[in-house]
C-alpha cells in the first residue's frame, strides 16, 4: 500500500491526470485516447473539454479530426454521447453498451415500437447510408419513417439511440448545426479488437490514467458496469495501477503517478475554464474532492442534469460561467462562487484567454448580473 495522500495531493494528482495540469502540445485524438471516452452530449461543450487540455488548438483543428474519421461522438455507455477514438467504437460498445441495451425493450414497449420496428429502422438507415455515406438528423429520421415506422415524440431519437448502440452508425461531423450520422463500417473500418477481459482491463487502465487517483466505485459509475466487472478490471492491471488510501478510502493510480506522489513532485497548473459537460466533474460519482460544501446547486440549479461551465483554481471548482457570441467577440459572464480577493479575479479573468484564441475571438469578461446586485 503507497502512502497516504492528503485532499491536496489529491486534487493536484487529478488536475495532472485529467491534462489539466501544464500546456503541452496534444492532439484531440491523443487526448480521446488518454481517456478513452469523454462526455459531449453538448457539441460545443465537447469542443472545448478537447481545447482545454491542447496548447494551441482551434476549434477548426477539433472539427477536422471529426472530419477526418480520428474521433466520433456515440452512445458508448450509460445512453450518454461521448467523444471516443473512432478505432475504439466497437469494442467499447461490446463491453458497455451491452448493458445499456438491456433495458432496450421495456424503452420500445413504452414508445409504442416492436423489436421488428427497431430492426427495420436500423435495415432502412443502414441502406441509405450506402448511397448517402451522411445524413443529417432529418434525414435520417426520414428514411426511418418512409419504411414505414413512427418517428414522432421519442421514438425517432430511440431508433437512432438503437442503430448506435449495435455499432451499425454513430453520430458524424457537424452540418452546420446539424447533427449527422455514417455508417461505422464505411467511416471507421479500422477496429481495435479486444477479448472482454481485455476490454475491462484497458478501459480502467484509461480511466484511472485520466481521472486518478479515483475509486472502484467511480469507475462503476461512470461505465456502468458492475463492481465485479470494476474489480476483474483491477486485476487484469497489476503492475500498472496501485492502490493509494485517502480518508479510508482504496483510490487507483497508475504506477507512474503514485511514484510522482510517492518523491513529493510538484503539479504544475493554471487556473482553466471548462465547459458545463467535462470529464472534471461528470467523471466522478463522488464529487466532493472538486466541488466546494454545497455548490453543487451553483453548477447543476435545480439538479436538471445541466451543467454550468465552471473555472477551476487549484483543483476546485471557484466559479461558474456563459458565454454569449456576437460578431467576432466572446463575452463571458463569471459567476463567483464565494467572494474573491483581486488576485483572484484576475486569476479567473485570465482563464478565459484560451477559450477565447480557440474560438478565434475578442474576449470581454464581465460580472454576472445577479453577482453585481450581491444575490
Request: glycine fraction near 8%; charge should be neutral; aromatic fraction near 6%.
Amino acid at each position: 500500500m503507497a502512502p497516504a495522500l492528503t485532499m491536496t495531493q489529491l486534487r493536484q494528482a487529478r488536475m495532472s491526470s485529467m491534462l489539466l495540469d501544464v500546456a503541452v502540445d496534444r492532439t484531440p485524438l491523443s487526448v480521446a485516447r488518454w481517456f478513452g471516452a469523454m462526455q459531449a452530449q453538448d457539441v460545443a461543450s465537447g469542443h472545448w473539454s478537447l481545447g482545454a487540455r491542447c496548447t494551441g488548438l482551434t476549434q477548426s483543428d477539433v472539427t477536422g479530426a471529426f472530419e477526418r474519421a480520428e474521433i466520433v461522438r456515440t452512445w458508448p455507455m450509460r445512453g450518454t454521447i461521448h467523444i471516443i477514438p473512432a478505432e475504439d467504437l466497437q469494442w467499447m460498445l461490446a463491453l458497455t453498451g451491452s448493458r445499456t441495451l438491456t433495458g432496450a425493450e421495456r424503452r420500445r414497449e413504452s414508445l409504442g415500437l416492436t423489436l421488428r420496428d427497431a430492426t427495420t429502422a436500423v435495415d432502412a438507415l443502414a441502406l441509405e447510408l450506402r448511397a448517402k455515406p451522411v445524413l443529417t438528423r432529418s434525414d435520417a429520421l426520414a428514411c426511418i419513417a418512409d419504411a414505414g415506422i413512427e418517428v414522432t415524440g421519442q421514438r425517432g431519437y430511440h431508433l437512432l439511440w438503437y442503430a448506435a448502440q449495435l455499432g451499425v452508425t454513430c453520430i458524424g461531423p457537424q452540418r452546420g448545426t446539424d447533427q449527422t450520422f455514417v455508417a461505422v463500417a464505411e467511416w471507421a473500418p479500422h477496429q481495435v479488437t479486444m477479448t472482454r477481459d481485455e476490454a475491462l482491463a484497458e478501459l480502467l487502465l484509461r480511466y484511472v490514467r485520466s481521472h486518478g487517483p479515483v475509486s472502484l466505485r467511480d469507475f462503476a459509475g461512470w461505465t456502468g458496469l458492475t463492481m465485479t466487472d470494476a474489480k476483474r478490471a483491477a486485476t487484469g492491471n497489476d503492475g500498472r495501477l496501485i492502490s493509494l488510501a485517502l480518508l479510508g478510502q482504496e483510490l487507483w493510480a497508475t504506477v507512474e503517478l503514485a511514484e510522482r506522489l510517492r518523491n513529493g513532485d510538484g503539479f504544475g497548473h493554471e487556473p482553466v475554464a471548462l465547459p458545463g459537460f467535462d470529464e472534471f466533474i461528470l467523471g466522478y460519482k463522488d464529487r466532493s474532492v472538486q466541488v466546494p460544501e454545497g455548490a453543487m446547486e451553483r453548477i447543476v440549479p435545480g439538479g436538471n442534469g445541466v451543467f454550468r461551465a465552471t473555472v477551476v483554481i487549484d483543483g476546485l471548482v471557484v466559479a461558474t460561467w456563459k458565454r454569449t457570441l456576437t460578431g467576432t467577440r466572446v463575452t463571458v459572464e463569471v459567476e463567483p462562487l464565494a467572494r474573491m480577493t483581486k488576485a483572484v479575479r484576475a486569476k479567473v479573468d485570465a482563464s478565459f484567454a484560451p477559450y477565447a484564441a480557440f474560438l478565434r475571438r475578442d474576449l470581454v469578461v464581465r460580472e454576472s448580473r445577479a453577482t453585481a446586485l450581491g444575490t
